[in-house]
């Protein structure tokens, strides 16, 4: 089983996932992420992830692929995606693609858990 | 003072992409530090070259290893100049969707050309799209 790349944690009512590597450039590396992520909302019915991007200092434009792609399986289960702690070079690929608009992006983890509708 | 001294070439052929990618990547930085290009300019050549270099062995020689992904380069104080060209048969960039339309802002791929031309100061597909040239021009200090 190769090595994991990210740091996931049930918290109360969400689960958050931060990065081990701070580039998410690789298409290996990307599709194992997104495996490892989608394996741990499977047995959530609403799944609340919350994603961490502190560590992170380059991204490609597959990356931002898999977050759609991510998110699209979460809104299919009525449940909610938050970002948090984007380094502003990044960011400023979010606002370029315009997809700034479309994700729920926090300057922290605590802004972004807090923004989790409550039920 | 020695003119080809003050430029630094940098080539690679590519079947793969990992882990020579990382590799180009590792040593392209280290020639911006050395011609004094800044932290802005490291992260954007980073995202243009993986960019690039991904879409040719992926799109345009479709992920075969056997054909070759070209890269050359050039590095000087002011100016950055790199050229990518694959194997496969080309494509006409304008036909790619706007990634920022509303109707395409949830389509998960399509965003790399886009994030070239925003980050370099040229990007040019030459015919038949099999060939990229891009540039990028160190900003004048005010």
């Known amino acids: 089983m190769p090595v994991s790349l990210l740091q996931i944690r049930r918290l109360e009512g969400s689960i958050r996932v931060d990065f081990v590597e701070k580039n998410i450039l690789d298409e290996g590396n990307l599709h194992q992420i997104e495996q490892e992520i989608r394996t741990a909302l499977e047995a959530e019915k609403h799944p609340r992830l919350l994603i961490c991007f502190k560590n992170v200092e380059h991204m490609s434009s597959a990356a931002l692929g898999t977050l759609l792609a991510l998110k699209d399986s979460i809104e299919k289960k009525s449940g909610e995606l938050r970002l948090s702690n984007i380094d502003r070079r990044i960011y400023e690929m979010f606002v370029i693609t315009k997809l700034n608009r479309l994700f729920s992006i926090h300057d922290s983890v605590e802004q972004a858990a807090s923004s989790f509708s409550t039920k | ?52 270099v991904v879409n040719a062995h992926r799109h345009g020689n479709k992920g075969d290893e056997n054909r070759c992904v070209q890269f050359r380069s050039s590095i000087s104080a002011s100016r950055i100049e790199i050229e990518v060209i694959d194997e496969g048969a080309g494509f006409d960039p304008c036909a790619i969707p706007d990634p920022t339309r509303e109707e395409n802002l949830d389509v998960p791929s399509g965003r790399g050309v886009m994030l070239m031309h925003a980050y370099m100061s040229d990007v040019e597909y030459i015919a038949p799209g099999n060939h990229l040239r891009m540039a990028y021009c160190k900003p004048s200090r005010s």
């Not at chain 2, 079947?15 to 992260?43: S, V």
């Open chain 2, 1 to 52: 003072m020695n003119a080809a001294k003050d430029i630094l070439h940098i080539e690679r052929r590519f079947y793969g992409l990992r882990p020579g990618l990382e590799e180009l990547q590792e040593e392209f930085a280290n020639g911006l530090l050395r011609f004094g290009y800044d932290e802005a300019a490291a992260f954007a050549i980073r995202l243009a070259i993986e960019e690039a």
